[in-house]
């Protein structure tokens, strides 16, 4: 059994929220990529295809599954990505 996994924001003392939801937004944008480049891969035919309708709502799927997978912890981009967010606003980004 796979154990749950606690949603958590991005930072807990950021100032400006709409940068926190930013990052987490852009890591979901970056993941749902990512998971339609990895169901590409896969072959959809068979005795279990969903045939064209699964064509046509695969990028819908990996979308939320990008959302899902960034609102749960993500894989750290976010963190990243709004320190930058950070810097460029008080105007010491290297």
Known sequence: MI??????????AVADPKAAKTAQSFEAVFLGQMTQMMMAT???DGPFSGGHG????RGVLAEKLGTAIAATGGIGIAPAV?????????????
């Open 54 to 57: 699964e064509e046509m709502f």
């Open 3 to 12: 154990p749950a996994v606690a949603p958590h924001p991005v930072a807990t």
């Open 82 to 94: 709004l320190e930058q967010i950070i810097a460029l606003q008080e105007g010491s980004a290297p």
């Open 42 to 44: 896969v072959e959809s």
